[in-house]
């Protein structure tokens, strides 16, 4: 496991929010397909005449959502081999393993912050955050 000071967490950030931000689109481009590709095959379902046809019609969308997925996948995955952790992706939070005291704690990062300014336990979780001293 990675460990982090304040300092390199910092200095990655701005690359981190670029990244989660292009996750965040790809997130709400996949839901917005997978409604319209559940809205096309509820009306396709009730329209006469669709029974028994050997292709399938959505062949092409669902495989266009998997490979959206697998992408999406691939990006978080990134964070992990960067020993970041995604716990939220939207709102965007961001963990960064660390020392301090000579304890374990997560250094956090909320989306709208400028920097990293905080910290938590590994098990309180966001509503434990403190200031960093």
């Avoid at 967490?9 to 690359?15: G, K």
């Avoid at 590709?37 to 329209?47: E, F, N, P, V, Y």
């Avoid at 992990?80 to 963990?95: A, E």
Wanted: proline share 5%; hydrophobic share 35%.
């Amino acid at each position: 496991m990675k460990l982090f000071t304040i300092d390199e967490a910092n200095v990655l950030l701005p690359e981190l929010k670029q990244e989660l931000y292009k996750l965040q689109v790809l997130i709400d481009d996949i839901d917005d397909r997978y409604l319209e590709l559940q809205t096309i095959k509820a009306k396709h379902k009730l329209s006469p005449g669709t029974r028994g046809t050997m292709t399938d019609p959505y062949f092409e969308q669902e495989s266009q959502l998997d490979f959206m997925r697998m992408e999406a996948e691939l990006q978080i995955s990134n964070f992990t081999r960067m020993g970041v952790l995604i716990k939220s992706i939207s709102p965007g939070l961001l963990d960064f393993p660390a020392i301090l005291e000579g304890k374990e704690v997560l250094l956090c990062w909320k989306q709208g912050e400028e920097q990293i300014s905080h910290y938590h336990g590994w098990n309180e979780g966001f509503m434990g955050r403190r200031p960093y001293p």
